[in-house]
């Protein structure tokens, strides 16, 4: 079976005709189908959109969130609900064509794959966005060793247990791709067509952009990096608490030995503290390394509420 699952927020005008033309390609593909809509807290017509085309269909499965939780957690819910063992995931206002879904599974399966990125070489966005998402393309590139063109277009195609136990946050959708890379899976690629937006407007904002870039950054660090406090902290904690021992124990034999006065030295004050504060430091590395390891210890968090499943 395949899940398709679709996040939208404020898509009203849209679900009917993303319906009818995900239903022709679906049933020209003679495989069994679930439709997975994740309402991403809408607050037009959406979901009384959603419930009229579900009394007409079976296969279709309405995830509603209790507020907006952003494109990432509506994503990673789908990925929570899906019982397909393909998962295929696009928008909803049809800048991502469904007719290319068969190409992408065909693809995953001739070449075994776990994940096959839609890749939008011809945008239709603003130019401003085209720029952004190329510079945003290629620091990422840089940053996570992760090769695709374009891990911002979220038409893909996974195997199941590729997403399975991933840990997405804030924007983090753009960067499934170089998640499972590290993780050993195997992505790939495939050229599709992009469209305008059919109706309405993008939910994007700079905020959104923004804070998509410090993921990036969250993302690389963590991931790639491995990001340890305790190796950070403890590095800068280790130097500190060197020199400052070092200058320290140097005062004090002068003073033993040649009798120096030491109270009118400010050198003497300050590599005192400066090896205290060394100490400090790697404790609070320690600290914080443990504190990541509870985060992420933590099985089954959850970064979305749901209201109800229909
Ligand atoms: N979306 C969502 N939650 C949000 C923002 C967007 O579920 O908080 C959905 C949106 O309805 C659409 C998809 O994510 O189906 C992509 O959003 P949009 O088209 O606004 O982004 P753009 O194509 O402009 O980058
Ligand atoms: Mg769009």
New binding site residues.
Partial sequence: MISIV??????EENIQELYRRLIDVLDSMRESYEVLF?D?GSTDGSYARLLEIKKNNESIKIVKFRR????TA?IHAGFDYAQGEIIATL???L?NDPQDIPDMVKKLNDLDLDVVCGWRYQRQ?KFH?KILSRFANGLRRNLTGESIHDS?C?LRVYRKESVRDLDLYGEMHRYIPALLTWRGFKVDEHKVVHHE?YRG????NWRRLTRGFFDLVVVAFWQRYSFRPVHIFGILGGILAAVGGIVVTYLVAEKMIFGAQLADRPLFISSILMAIMGVQFITTGILADIMVKIYYGQNGRKNYLVERVV
């Fill in positions: 679709i996040p939208l927020y404020n898509e994740i991403d907006n939780f952003g494109q509506a928008d909803a206002d800048q966005d966005k911002g979220t937006r407007q993008t939910k994007y």
